[in-house]
């Protein structure tokens, strides 16, 4: 995304180097680590920062290990890299919120927004959104409970009412 802190082609050099952003936490170490939250009694686990939590390779198997330890699953994403297949674990598994920053209403104003995607990579996420929905329909979940994140700027302001009509 365009305000991203550390992927946004604004920043220019102070952009996250390359080798920092290949950089992932094992997942026997992340699962240790909710252990370790679980046991001092934290019931909240909320992933972001660093980039999109769906880039690790384990994402799903880790909010899937915080769902069965009975905490509380947040995050911040933007909802690019999820497939049907993670869409519906995610759904299974009882994901509680997800705060997904679409920026946009329409395909143009994503394009505007997110510099390394296209209007295609916007129709393609809302139907995401929509399979999500289906799933929590089979599955008669109410979670999760999606929250749209629209940051207005220079790039989109002018996108509002179709912001409004795709959260709708």
């Known amino acids: 995304c365009v305000g991203c802190w550390c992927h946004s082609p604004l920043l220019g050099e102070l952009t996250m180097d390359l080798e920092t952003k290949k950089k992932k936490l094992p997942f026997d170490l992340v ?3 909710i ?5 001092i009694g934290t019931r909240y686990i909320y992933f972001t920062g660093g980039g999109d939590p769906f880039m690790h390779p384990k994402a799903v198997e880790v909010i899937e290990f915080v769902k069965k330890k009975g905490l509380i699953c947040d995050m911040s994403t933007n909802f690019s890299l999820v497939t049907k297949e993670k869409a519906e674990r995610i759904v299974k598994a ?3 919120h997800m705060n997904i920053s679409l920026w946009a209403g329409s395909p ?12 295609e990579d916007f129709i ?10 289906k799933m929590k329909k089979k599955y008669n979940k109410n979670k999760p409970i999606i929250h749209i ?11 509002f009412d179709n912001m409004i009509e795709t959260a709708y």
């Open 31 to 33: 699962k240790k680590l």
């Open 35 to 39: 252990c370790d939250l679980e046991e």
């Open 94 to 96: 009882g994901t509680d």
């Open 108 to 119: 143009e104003s994503y394009d505007a927004t997110h510099p390394n995607k296209t209007g």
């Open 124 to 133: 393609k996420l809302i139907n995401m959104l929509s399979y999500v929905h």
């Open 149 to 159: 994140y629209n940051v207005i700027s220079t790039c989109n302001y002018w996108d």
